[in-house]
């Protein structure tokens, strides 16, 4: 994730309202689907071991405002950054 500026790639952190919901990489990343964006790495946090369990998800494509605002407005969504 360091890398992810100097290679060009997009990181997208999700911060999940509970992360012990089913369904949260399935939901974000399906949704990246839907709108053509390839996945190149995915990393979750286990919430047994971190207080703030997190989702990042790396992409070789910028993200639209599209994309953005339908990876927002999933249910689980309490908080996404992008750099």
């Known amino acids: 994730m360091d890398l992810a500026p100097v290679l060009d790639l997009t990181v ?3 911060t999940p309202d509970d992360a012990d919901q089913k369904g949260i ?4 990343t399906g949704t990246l689907a839907e709108h053509g964006i ?8 286990d919430p047994e071991f971190t207080d ?4 990042y998800l790396i992409t ?3 993200l639209s405002g ?8 999933l249910e689980f969504v309490r908080k996404m950054e992008i750099q």
Request: aromatic letters at 4%; proline letters at 3%; zero cysteines.
């Open 66 to 73: 599209e994309v953005f605002t339908a990876i927002r407005e």
């Open 38 to 45: 390839s996945i190149r790495q995915t990393i979750s946090e």
């Open 52 to 55: 703030e369990p997190q989702l």
């Open 25 to 28: 990489v399935a939901g974000v």
């Open 12 to 14: 997208l952190t999700i």
């Open 60 to 62: 070789d494509q910028e």
